[in-house]
Structure formats: C-alpha cells, structure tokens
C-alpha cells in the first residue's frame, strides 16, 4: 500500500467560528486507513463541529480538509456532496433514517448513490444481509423505522455507515435514546465493522472503555486538538 493510499483523512490548521465563538483554532489531524482514533473533550468543546468539518457537512473559515487526497474545502458543494456520498460513512446524533424505506433499503442507500470501491455489479442484497446479521437486526429487515427500537435504529445507522467499505468513518456517540451499555455496545460493533473493512475511523465517545477500544485518543480542548494518552497499540 502506498502512503498515499494510506493517508485516509487530514485536516490541516482548520479554523471555524460560530457567533462570537472561536470553535475550532487550527485543529489539524492526520488518520490512517485501517486506524481508529477516538475523540473526546467536554461539552461544547467542538466534537461534533469537527466531525462535520470532516465530512464537508461545514466549511471551516480557514484551513484545509482532504479526503482520500482530495480536498473538500476548496472544492464546489456538489463535489463535495459526492466525495462524502463515496468515500465516507457517518453516524451522527439525530441522524434519521428515511422513514419510508424498510431497514434494509435505508442500509442500501450508499451502495446506490455512492461509489462502491467493491464495485457496482455486487448484489446489495448479497452486501447487505450478513452485515444486518451481524449487527443482529436481520429479522426486521423489512421493517420500517418508526417500527424498531432505538438501539435496532442505531445498528442500522452503523450499518449504512459501513456498507459501502468506506475510506473513512466519522461517528458520534449518541447520548440519547441508549443506555450506556447498548451505546457501548454500539460502538464497539461499529469499531470492530469498520476495522474489518480498514475504514479509517474517527469516533467522538465519552466512554473510556470505547476509547480503550481505538489505537489513538485525541482530546480538544480549547479548539485544538491534544494527545493525552500513549497509544493502545504497542
Ligand atoms: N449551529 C450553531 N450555531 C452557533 N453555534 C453553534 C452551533 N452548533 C454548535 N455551536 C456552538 O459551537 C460550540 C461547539 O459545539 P459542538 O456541538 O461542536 O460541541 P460538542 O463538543 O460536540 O459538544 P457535546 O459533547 O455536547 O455534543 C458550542 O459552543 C456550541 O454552542
Ligand atoms: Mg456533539
């Protein structure tokens, strides 16, 4: 593998203000395909901004994001709408699912309207159902959202986020609707997932066993991100 190949996301010097609020102050970081990198910080410290600046979901004021090796904020909205669409999976909070879609259609969505880098003539249904097994929501499969339970919701929020083996996969820890265990669980399932797809991972937790779980744990304060731990992995 190429280090280029290699260099899933990098976000250089990236700056974003809210309001009067200085968010993000040159927060830059680098992950690997294959690596997983928690992020914690406290409330409001800008976790979930950053997530989105990954994502192009929002233009930092300065800095640079890149992708795969293309870049994401020099580029126009419908550029980076299908660099997302193909090259990302995100579970993030309130993230709905399209209530008029089975479980399983809604897990398909990326395989359609993303790029697979398995290729396109792969049966989704084929993809689709052992990784619903797999997240042990197969039996409700035809299901449609507003009939399964949060934590059914959830599995099915992770495994649209990895079907399509993304490059990158941004998730943020819901606070909500799951109890501590069921989100851990989660979570865990979705590192383990993306890990068997050598996704990059990006995931925001305030669980310190998700964050023993990643190689590497990044923590922003102050809108800049910070290294407090050695690394898991020896
Ligand atoms: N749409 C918005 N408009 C203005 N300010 C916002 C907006 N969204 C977030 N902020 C502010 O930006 C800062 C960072 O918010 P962010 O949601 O990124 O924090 P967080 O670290 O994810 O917090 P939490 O752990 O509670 O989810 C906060 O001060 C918040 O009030
Ligand atoms: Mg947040």
Do not use: W, Y
């Not at 994502?55 to 293309?70: E, N, Q």
């Not at 399209?98 to 990326?110: A, C, K």
């Not at 290729?119 to 997240?135: A, F, I, K, Y």
């Amino acid at each position: 593998m190429s280090k280029l190949a290699e260099l899933a996301i990098s976000a250089q010097g990236v700056t974003v203000s809210r309001g009067d609020t200085l968010v993000l102050d040159g927060a830059s970081l680098t992950v690997s395909s294959g690596e997983v990198v928690g992020l914690m910080g406290p409330s409001g410290s800008g976790k979930t901004t950053l997530l989105a600046v990954l994502a192009g979901l929002l233009v930092p004021t300065s800095g640079d994001v890149s992708i795969g090796g293309d870049s994401i904020t020099r580029v126009g909205d419908r550029r980076r709408s299908a660099i997302r669409l193909a090259k990302l999976g995100l579970v993030f909070q309130g993230d709905e699912l399209l209530p008029d879609l089975t479980i399983e259609e809604n897990v398909s969505l990326p395989l359609r309207f993303g790029r697979s880098a398995i290729g396109s003539t792969t049966d989704s249904r084929e993809m689709v159902r052992p990784v619903l097994e797999q997240l042990e929501i197969d039996a409700i499969a035809e299901r449609l959202p507003e009939e399964v339970s949060g934590g059914q919701l959830q599995r099915a929020a992770i495994a649209r986020a990895i079907i399509h083996r993304p490059l990158g996969v941004l998730a943020d820890e819901p606070t909500t609707s799951l109890d501590g265990e069921a989100s851990r669980n989660a979570m865990s399932l979705l590192i383990g997932l993306a890990r068997a797809s050598g996704s990059a991972v990006i995931v925001v937790t305030h669980d310190d066993a998700v964050a023993a779980g990643c190689d590497r744990v990044l923590t922003l304060s102050d809108g800049q991100l910070r290294s407090p731990l050695r690394d898991h992995r020896l």
